[in-house]
């Protein structure tokens, strides 16, 4: 082999980071072939000592990696062989790297998912506990980017743990299917050897084994999967990140983010920026990458291994490691949003947001929708002309303002006044799923029994 050839074909510089789960399967393995008599109890017990040494050599970085050896499993089987002779080439009985290797990238992405769904909870309560801080806050609520209606912004940070929520599960379901055993399966035909699949399933966790032994070595859908549930939730941090990218701007002042979080300018000494959020929306991309890098990778690719599937862990492992931390960071920096209240007001009150209060209540007092539509619309252009908010307006100005007929004009009482507050129009939206703040504790409380 060249050795242009041997860089490019070898892969332990990036898959000795499975190094760990490689020697969990291989003593699951071992485990089983003694078990079965394939291998003595002596050979196991060497193969035990052997990894014993190895693993406190990886862990302590002392673990001489070569690239001669190719990959992290040959290495680690060379290193073996080193420390325990004859019961070192044993292991490999009855197995091929292309189960083993299947089982290695399983072991390792069930214990991401894990740290994932944790991190993902701790960004959760996280999240509920600024959002009950702030149940009463009033901000307005945006469509397209226009004021629309005044909400309050414990109910706009639970929209974000509506959605975070909707990421665990996805990671959980992607779970099951990744915490199936492809060992057994060989080089794709199975072994001749008298194997117990389910024993070695056993002690390595897996809810079952693989069922066919050509799908078990060449299917990757868990690891797409994976990236899949990391793209969406990615796609929410970013979502989230552009919103706090937008409060913070000068010209919306509705937050600011902690220091620790933001970053200067070498040129600008005025300047403050959202760095985390910013960079957050930045790696979504890269995360989406990933994904289709794994999409690409599998497609076309015939029955069974081919070594294509070497390209499968640095885009999974890229993709693991950029969501990790990202929910990391945001589960201590949403903690440390500091809210401006004044700001939110302010721009609440701007922009008419209770209008759609104003042409409820004209339905209420017997107009049709459509009409008392059209009648706060013509308030709301006379207002505008005035430049003044629909608050400001006297009883019988706003009475006129409407252009409805005067016996209509009459159903306008002194009680209007409450509707169009924010306080009464947020209070007003009180059922499941509505912004007034009891329903957003009551919500918040849900949320919380459900973290449990
Ligand atoms: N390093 C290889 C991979 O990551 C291990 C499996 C190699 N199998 C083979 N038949 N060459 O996929």
Known sequence: MSELVKRYTASVNFDKRLGLVDIEGSLAHAAMLAKQNIISVRDLADINRGMAQIKSEIENGEFNWQLDLEDVHLNIEARLTALVGAAGKRLHTGRSRNDQVATDIRLWLRAQIDDVVMALSQLR????????????????????????????????????????????????????????????????????????????????????????????????????????????????????????????????????????????????????????????????????????????????????????????????????????????????????????????????????STATDLADYLVKKGLPFRDAHEAVAHAVKICTQKKCDLADLTLDELRAATDLAPEQQALIDPDVSHCLTLEGSVAARNHIGGTAPNQVRAAIERLKNALK
């Open 125 to 352: 309560s996280g999240l509920l506990t600024v959002a009950e801080r702030e149940a009463d806050t009033i901000l307005p609520g945006f469509t397209h980017l226009q004021v629309a209606q005044p909400i309050t912004f414990g109910h706009h940070l639970l929209a974000y743990v509506n959605m975070f929520g909707r990421d665990v599960e996805r990671f959980l379901d992607c779970r099951k299917r990744t915490n199936l055993l492809p060992l057994g399966a060989a080089a794709l035909a199975g072994t001749t050897y008298p194997i117990d699949r389910e024993f070695v399933a056993q002690q390595l966790g897996f809810e079952g084994v693989c069922e066919n032994s050509l799908d078990a070595v060449s299917d990757r859908d868990f690891a797409i999967e994976f990236c899949a549930a990391a793209s969406l939730l990615m796609m929410h941090v970013s979502r989230l990140s552009e919103e706090l990218i937008i409060w913070m701007s000068p010209r919306v002042g509705f937050i600011d983010l902690a220091d620790r979080f933001c970053t200067g300018s070498s040129i600008m000494p005025q300047k403050k920026n959202p760095d985390v959020p910013e960079l957050a929306r930045g790696k979504t991309g890269r995360v989406y990458g990933d994904l289709m890098s794994l999409l690409t990778l599998m497609k076309g690719q015939p029955l069974a291994y081919n070594k294509d599937n070497q390209e499968d862990k640095e885009p999974l492992f890229d993709a693991a490691d950029t969501v990790l931390e990202t929910v990391l960071i945001f589960t201590e920096m949403v903690q440390g949003i500091v809210v401006k209240p004044e700001s939110m007001r302010a721009a609440a009150l701007q922009g008419f």
